[in-house]
Nanobody, 115 residues
Framework: QVQLVEFGGGEVQAGGSLRLSCVAS????????IGWYRQAPGKQRELVAT???????NYADSGKGRFTISNDNNKNTAYLQMDSLKPEDTAVYYC?????????WGQGKQVTVAS
């Protein structure tokens, strides 16, 4: 049973923009917090941004001022708008939803920023 489905991603030139979407279903739709992590080749998975159901946001320093996370509770969907992208933003981006006592992960979306 798929709980998180991600959309978006792809390849863009440095300075460009991309938007990721994550649709939660089933048990994951009852999330308290939803957000995005990323993992670049040879590196550990790291936080990008999260948002609570009531709209409280948290950003990693790397994305502050460039990335914007939002959610639509009626659609159980979270969005990550990424602007002014840099080559170092290249990674697989994973949607993550925290439900009481459990964390769900999406399948990941590749984001490639060409210099």
């Amino acid at each position: 049973q798929v709980q998180l489905v991600e959309f978006g991603g792809g390849e863009v030139q440095a300075g460009g923009s991309l938007r990721l979407s994550c649709v939660a279903s089933g048990s994951a739709a009852g999330y308290n917090t939803i957000g995005w992590y990323r993992q670049a080749p040879g590196k550990q998975r790291e936080l990008v941004a999260t948002i609570t159901r009531v709209g409280r946001t948290n950003y990693a320093d790397s994305g502050k001022g460039r990335f914007t996370i939002s959610n639509d509770n009626n659609k159980n969907t979270a969005y990550l708008q990424m602007d002014s992208l840099k080559p170092e933003d290249t990674a697989v981006y994973y949607c993550c939803a925290d439900v009481t006592y459990r964390r769900y992960w999406g399948q990941g979306k590749q984001v490639t920023v060409a210099s």
